[in-house]
């Protein structure tokens, strides 16, 4: 997805339109999910992928035509082979693609796309944070390091992610920060003071994810403090914890797997 922004931009940087192809909805075994994206420029040059096969070169040809007509829409697709008005991919399923022209003079359709970018905001720059930010980065999340320390968040450790913000405390720690319902919290940071204090305000965010680091004792005496402090078992059930599917991670490298893996999983359920 990242390249695929980037790619956009330059176009328009460039003076040149294009056209974004992206699959809005699906139902069965569609081959791409909501979300997927395909870039093509007005010498018909694809990037990216709405899901391969007929479908794709279906959407292609649209995109093609788009050109010409500089109108926008959405198109359905049934992707069952007993369907007689299917197009013949074993996937089977449905899908929903939206087809949108972007004029480099008004792109204000394709900007507005890339503010509900899915973002996790990963509090914690050690060693878990670390490999997290890495992991999300590269499968497209636009990514932020959040940290007391900033010997620790800095851009010799974290080159690649999105923003770095040092906190006073992390008693503050959503002071500067304006999440929404594509945000992923992840909770690393070095202690289990700062795990409650991120998750205490947390509880009170808009996102789409709260994950906390730690065992199951740790679990237990944050929930039991967070309960004293007024907060329900229903609040409490929406956070992930101890974060990350259980795959028996021990390095910083598998743990940070284990919650990309579990992040993927929540946003593909949404």
């Known amino acids: ?56 070169a279906i959407v292609e040809d649209l995109c093609r035509e788009t050109f010409t007509t500089k109108k926008s829409g959405s198109h359905d697709f049934s992707l069952t082979p007993a369907d ?14 939206s087809i949108d022209y972007v004029d480099h003079l008004n792109p204000q359709n394709f900007e507005d796309e890339l503010e509900s970018e ?15 930010a890495k992991i999300l980065n590269y499968i497209d999340f636009s990514t932020v390091i959040l940290d007391d320390r900033p010997e620790f968040a800095n851009r010799d450790r974290f080159p690649d992610v999105d923003k770095i913000v040092i906190l006073d405390n992390f008693q503050t720690a959503f002071r ?34 709260i994950g906390m680091i ?3 004792k740790k679990k237990a005496t944050i929930y039991k403090q967070l309960l004293a402090d007024g907060f329900s078992e229903t609040d409490l059930e929406k956070v992930h914890a101890p974060i990350g599917l259980r ?8 743990i940070a797997i284990s919650i990309a893996a579990e992040i993927i999983q929540v946003k593909e359920s949404l």
């Open 247 to 254: 795959i028996a991670a021990e390095t910083p490298e598998e």
């Open 118 to 132: 899915a973002t996790a905001y990963i509090f914690g720059a050690g060693h878990v944070g670390k490999e997290v």
């Open 214 to 216: 730690g065992s199951r």
């Open 176 to 209: 500067d920060v304006q999440t929404d319902s594509d945000s992923y919290i992840i909770i690393v940071t070095r202690g289990h003071s700062g795990d409650y204090d991120v998750l205490k305000q947390a509880l009170s965010q808009k996102s789409a994810y």
């Open 1 to 56: 997805m990242k390249e695929i922004i980037r790619i956009g931009r330059d176009l328009i940087e460039a003076g040149e339109d294009f056209v974004v192809a992206k699959v809005i909805d699906t139902v069965g075994s569609a081959p791409r999910k909501k979300g997927a994206w395909l870039i093509m420029t007005r010498e018909g040059k694809p990037y990216g992928t709405v899901g391969g096969g007929k479908l794709e």
């Open 84 to 97: 007689r008005q299917g197009i013949d991919m074993r996937c089977g399923g449905d899908a929903k693609v």
